[in-house]
């Protein structure tokens, strides 16, 4: 079996959940014996490049600009017009058609389509392949991708949205088989785009010998300065600057909160002037590793409907319970015992959970951690990986969704 997956972005560029969760896939089939795994990504230049089993197709999109500079686009006019070049690119349906026809894929998988448009999908299904296409993001629902609109949560699309939606159903029809990540996304494709889709959950590679560590090697006292931590990226839809603005002024509570990231709220948080925030950067690898060994809470503030909140199950490995807002896919991850949900945008709901977490709290119990190991085995990259196997059969033999 010979399968390609779309991805916008793949490692080293990695922005967000998307890129993992479509890297964490890839090096799981090739490491399964499963199938030849190619991963057609944007790139500066075209690159044929092997990484970790995986073969990777880097090609230079045709666009005002790459795509890994449209993130960080700061000017509205070049992001129009970027976005309406991506929508439909002839030249990009060249580039498209001839690595399919050198690849030969039995099943084209689709994670993310930014800097590829969604005529990836109408030059798949024209060519015979079928076509799983897995909603990472909003994409086909918002020009933004992310459901918010003046920095909340949209409750209704607006006529903008609604013709962009519109746009998208004529492409939508060359998918052969859908697939959410969460049963919020279901439930938010059904009821948006009326389209049905079958749910496979994120996943994380577990390291059950690292949750066992952390949950013998974390201890609690009283008197003990607790260590919160954020890891992700500082935009406003993540809520963190809210957040932080929250726990600078809590002056009663002996506690650190650590923020791993970087963005445009930098500055902001850095001017609350609040010496128990400690600013880390973009870390990663060891250095990250170290510390959230030492972390006690994590935090996933978020303010936007998130798809699915992969740091919640990140934070489980390191035997961290979560303080998560009640956005989008969130609150499927969270159990009792394993964290608290709170709602962002009622002010002083995040301060109940840092008291909670500062004042009388001792620890995981033995409970509290049998439902996190419960989630990690949930989460396990092994379940994810049969769920695709069985969906790439059963589209290889003509079934559709």
Not at 281 to 310: N, Q, Y
């Amino acid at each position: 079996m010979r399968i390609l997956l779309i991805s916008s972005l793949y490692y080293p560029k990695i922005i967000g959940g998307a890129e993992v969760s479509t890297q964490l896939l890839a090096e799981a089939l090739t490491k399964d014996n499963m199938a030849e795994v190619h991963v057609l990504t944007t790139g500066e230049s075209d690159i044929d490049e092997y990484i970790n089993g995986v073969q990777i197709h880097r090609r230079r999109m045709s666009n005002i600009s790459s795509f890994w500079d449209f993130k960080s686009e700061n000017n509205y006019g070049k992001r129009i017009i970027y976005k309406l070049l991506d929508f439909y690119s002839l030249a990009n349906k060249k580039i498209i058609e001839q690595l399919l026809k050198e690849i030969h894929p039995d099943v084209v998988h689709v994670n993310t389509i930014y800097g590829f448009s969604p005529i990836i999908w109408s030059v798949s299904k024209n060519m015979g392949v079928p076509v799983v296409n897995t909603y990472r993001d909003y994409y086909v629902m918002c020009p933004r991708a992310n459901l918010m609109s003046k920095g909340k949560a949209c409750s209704y699309p607006n006529i903008i949205c609604r013709g962009y939606r519109k746009l998208f159903s004529q492409f939508l029809r060359k998918i052969d088989m859908h697939v959410a990540i969460s049963d919020f996304v279901r439930n938010k494709i059904l009821d948006q785009l009326g389209i049905e889709s079958e749910v496979v959950f994120n996943s994380i590679q577990v390291d059950y010998g690292l949750f066992k560590k952390c949950c013998d090697q974390k201890k609690y006292t009283n008197n003990e300065k607790r260590k919160f931590v954020y890891v992700g990226s500082l935009i406003p839809t993540k809520g963190i600057l809210e957040f932080a603005k929250e726990f600078a002024g809590l002056q009663d509570i002996e506690a650190e909160l650590h923020i791993l990231g970087e963005g445009i709220l930098r500055k902001d948080i850095e001017s609350l002037n609040c010496k128990n925030i400690i600013m880390h950067g973009f870390v990663t690898g060891e250095e990250k590793h170290a510390l959230l060994m030492d972390m006690d809470i994590s935090v996933c503030p978020s303010l936007w409907e998130e798809p699915f909140g992969r740091v919640v199950i990140e934070s489980y490995q390191y035997a961290m319970p979560v303080i998560g807002s009640n956005m989008g896919g969130i609150p499927e991850l969270i159990l009792p015992g394993t964290g608290i949900i709170c709602d962002p945008y009622i002010h002083g709901t995040l301060t109940q959970s840092l008291r909670h977490y500062t004042n009388d709290w001792k620890g995981l119990t033995v409970e509290d951690k049998a439902q996190m190991l419960e989630l990690l085995k949930k989460f396990d990259i092994s379940i994810q990986l049969d769920k695709y196997k069985s969906i790439y059969s059963r589209l290889i033999q003509g079934e559709q969704r």
